[in-house]
C-alpha cells in the first residue's frame, strides 16, 4: 500500500508494518514542498521510530515524481501538489502513472480548510451536501487549487455527477464571504481567515466541516473534521 500526501493539499503512501519509508518529493531540494517534506519526516521519526529519508524526483511537473512513485516496490509517501492528480480522462491517457493505483490519506496545510454556508442555507451539514437530490445544484466557490482539489476529491467520494454542483473560482476569500452572505454562493470551501471566523462566530456563516483530522476550535465554536461525518 502506498499513502500519497500533498503539500498545499496531500495525498499519502505508506505500509504499516515496515520501518524504512521514502518520501518522494517531486522538486527541486529548497523548495517549500521539499522542506515541507523534510519536516514531516523529521515528525513521523520521531513519532515512530521509523527511518524515513527524503528523494527528490523533479522534473515534468511533478509528473516524474508520480512516475517514480507508483513504480516503487518499497513503503513510500508521496508529497505533491494536486496538480498530479488529473480529472480529464483524456489527459490521463498520456500520464505515464495512475493516480487510482494511489492511496488518499490526508492533507498538509498552511492553515486548516473549512467547508462553510450561509446560515440560512438548506445546506447546514457534510450530510445535506452528500445525499443533494439531482434537482440541487449548489454554486460552490473556492479561492484556489487548494481549495479546488478538496472539491474534486469530495466530489469522487460522493459520487457527485458532473451536473450535480457547480465549482465556482473567486478571486479570494472577503468576495466569497460577501457572495454568501449576499445569497449569490452556496457553499464554500476557503482557509479559517480572520474574515470567516468573524463570520462563523457572529452566526452569519455556519461551519459544515473541517478537512484536518481533529476538531477546529474558533471562540466558542467546535468544527468536526469531514472524514468523522463521512
Not at 2 to 20: P, Y
Request: no cysteine; proline share 5%.
Amino acid at each position: 500500500m502506498k499513502l500519497f500526501l500533498t503539500f498545499l493539499f496531500g495525498l499519502f503512501s505508506l505500509n504499516a508494518t515496515a520501518k524504512e519509508y521514502v518520501i518522494i518529493s517531486p522538486v527541486t531540494p529548497g523548495s517549500m514542498n521539499d522542506i515541507s517534506s523534510r519536516k514531516i519526516a523529521d515528525y513521523y521519526m520521531k513519532m515512530t521510530g521509523n527511518k524515513i529519508t527524503v528523494q527528490n524526483v523533479a522534473g515534468g511537473n511533478q509528473i516524474t515524481g508520480a512516475a517514480k512513485f507508483e513504480s516503487m516496490q518499497t513503503p513510500a509517501i508521496f508529497m505533491a501538489t494536486t496538480s498530479v492528480l488529473v480529472f480529464n480522462p483524456i489527459l490521463q491517457k498520456n500520464l505515464p502513472y495512475n493516480t487510482e493505483n494511489f492511496d488518499f490519506v490526508g492533507g498538509v496545510s498552511l492553515s486548516p480548510i473549512v467547508w462553510v454556508s450561509r446560515a440560512s442555507s438548506n445546506y447546514k451539514s457534510m450530510k445535506d451536501l452528500e445525499s443533494l437530490p439531482k434537482s440541487s445544484k449548489p454554486l460552490i466557490a473556492y479561492p484556489n487549487v487548494v481549495e479546488l482539489s478538496n472539491i474534486n476529491l469530495l466530489s469522487q467520494h460522493f459520487k457527485w455527477g458532473d451536473k450535480q454542483v457547480e465549482a465556482v473560482k473567486y478571486r479570494g476569500v472577503p468576495e466569497i464571504v460577501q457572495g454568501l452572505l449576499a445569497g449569490d454562493l452556496d457553499v464554500a470551501v476557503v482557509s479559517n481567515t480572520a474574515a470567516v471566523n468573524a463570520q462563523l462566530e457572529s452566526g452569519r456563516l455556519i461551519a459544515l466541516g473541517t478537512t484536518i483530522d481533529q476538531p477546529l476550535k474558533i471562540g466558542n465554536l467546535t468544527i468536526h473534521p469531514v472524514s468523522s461525518q463521512q
